[in-house]
Nanobody, 121 residues
Framework: QVQLVESGGGLVQPGGSLSLSCVTSGFTFNTFDVSWYRQAPGKERELVAA????????NYADSVKGRFTISRDDAKNTMYLQMNSLKPEDTAVYYC??????????????WGRGTQVTVSS
């Protein structure tokens, strides 16, 4: 059974930091690209950060570059998102994702249930 479980969300003041974790099971984690998405109220889900199965150069949304860091620990089947210098506009539900393309038209695509991050004074 595939599971992705996020943790680490919460309430933080502007300028503060949070560290999110996503523990996974039920699939071969080290063969999957992993990423973090977020969805704010009334907005579409957006990609925040991504890192490939090979652990290559990560990609970030322009809005979080220089403040967020994505990483993975294949030995622990876990991905992380370190968030620094948080702003009120970072408030959202954060979701972890793991994906692997099998054919040009089919890929495995797994999601966590999300963790709430609220940045407010």
């Amino acid at each position: 059974q595939v599971q992705l479980v996020e943790s680490g969300g919460g309430l933080v003041q502007p300028g503060g930091s949070l560290s999110l974790s996503c523990v996974t099971s039920g699939f071969t984690f080290n063969t999957f690209d992993v990423s973090w998405y977020r969805q704010a109220p009334g907005k579409e889900r957006e990609l925040v950060a991504a890192i490939s199965a090979a652990g290559g150069n990560p990609n970030y949304a322009d809005s979080v570059k220089g403040r967020f860091t994505i990483s993975r620990d294949d030995a622990k089947n876990t991905m992380y998102l370190q968030m620094n210098s948080l702003k009120p506009e970072d408030t959202a539900v954060y979701y972890c994702n793991a994906a692997r393309s099998v054919t040009p038209v089919f890929k495995y695509n797994y999601w966590g249930r999300g963790t709430q991050v609220t940045v407010s004074s």
